[in-house]
């Protein structure tokens, strides 16, 4: 069993910047691929950022170039550096794990959610 925690989010202009960090806890993340995903309210969850375990990357329609997604095995955390932000970005930020699963598959262990909101 995965348990995943979000954290970093919070209130920020539009054009500033977020780091989220996903905690692991119960297992090491090393064999997992991790992913970000994003709800904004009344849309559908959105695939924001996956990072597998070899440190391939793979990223939401037009979030290349603005966020970056990474990965520190030795602190068993995921990262989420998001940059230029948009009031578009604003939704709740959740991170995923799968042995399995990077862009595309369903992930077995989700965390909590974390709030981002980018005024404009």
């Known amino acids: 069993q995965v348990q995943l925690v979000e954290s970093g989010g919070g209130l920020v202009q539009a054009g500033g910047s977020l780091r989220l960090s996903c905690a692991a806890s119960?297992?090491?993340?090393?064999?997992?691929?991790m992913g970000w995903f994003r709800q904004a309210p009344g849309k559908e969850r959105e695939f924001v950022a996956a990072i597998t375990t070899g440190g391939s990357t793979y990223y939401g329609n037009s979030l290349k170039g603005r966020f970056i997604i990474s990965r520190d095995n030795a602190k068993n955390t995921m990262y989420l550096q998001m940059n230029s932000l948009k009031p578009d970005d604003t939704a709740v930020y959740y991170c995923?794990?799968?042995?399995?699963?990077?862009?595309?598959?369903?992930?077995?262990?989700w965390g909590q959610g974390t709030q981002v909101t980018v005024s404009s």
């Open positions: 995923a794990a799968d042995r399995i699963a990077t862009r595309f598959g369903s992930y077995a262990y």
């Open positions: 119960g297992r090491t993340l090393v064999g997992y691929n």
